[in-house]
């Protein structure tokens, strides 16, 4: 069974920062583009970043480059979303998934939510 | 790179079918076969419904069904159930991933 499980996110001050991690199972982590989705409270789905199978390729939306970093641990079946220099319209909830590439996400976790405010 | 527009709302009743459009343009839809579509119930995770425009991954009901044509995608629920009623969003391979604005579907 294929399990997607994020963790990390919180209350944070405007400037702060937080790490998000993502636990994943039931497939081929090491195998697998992974990417985080991330959706503001009422609004619609936005891409944020992904990372190939083996860490050497990472994109970013433009609003956060500079500021967010992907990575991942093959090791451990896990990926991560360093979240620096936090502005009040990051606050969302961010989702973790498998990217099959040309946009097919077919595995999501539950989300864990980032709320940016003072 | 604009979001791909959809129709905000769409209705119908239990056993009526319901199609909504994803428009785009030459740049994303209108070239490339690389058209998704996922579903989001309310405080839930979007869920991989369609994709490459109009396959079923395994477990999907063949009422949910997809099409292209030019530069708009469409997503047709047929046989409305009272579970379909939940957000609609169409994704379309790109320089970036970009998702479509979203549609709430309502069951009446």
């Known amino acids: 069974e294929v399990q997607v499980v994020e963790s990390g996110g919180g209350l944070v001050q405007p400037g702060g920062s937080l790490r998000l991690s993502c636990a994943a199972s039931g497939f081929t982590f090491s195998s697998s583009w992974m990417t985080w989705v991330r959706q503001a409270p009422g609004t619609g789905l936005e891409w944020v970043a992904n990372i190939k199978e083996d860490g050497t390729e990472k994109y970013y939306m433009d609003s956060v480059k500079g500021r967010f970093t992907i990575s991942r641990d093959n090791a451990k079946n896990s990926l991560y979303l360093q979240l620096n220099s936090l502005r009040a319209e990051d606050t969302a909830m961010y989702y973790c998934?498998?990217?099959?590439?040309?946009?097919?996400?077919?595995?999501w976790g539950q989300g864990t939510l980032v709320t940016v405010s003072s | 790179q604009s979001a791909l527009t959809q129709p905000p709302s769409a209705s119908g009743s239990p056993g009526q079918s319901v199609t909504i459009s994803c428009t785009g343009t030459?740049?994303?839809?209108?070239?490339?076969?690389?058209v998704s579509w996922y579903q989001q119930h309310p405080g839930k995770a979007p869920k991989l419904l369609i994709y490459e425009v109009s396959k079923r991954p395994s477990g999907v009901p063949d009422r949910f069904s997809g099409s292209k044509s030019g530069n708009t995608a469409s997503l047709t629920v047929s046989g409305l159930h009272a579970e379909d009623e939940a957000d609609y969003y169409c994704?379309?391979?790109?320089?970036?991933?970009?998702f479509g604005t979203g549609t709430r579907v309502t069951v009446l």
């Open positions: 994704g379309s391979f790109a320089v970036s991933k970009v």
């Open positions: 030459s740049s994303d839809i209108g070239t490339y076969n690389y």
């Open positions: 998934g498998r990217d099959r590439g040309f946009h097919i996400i077919d595995y």
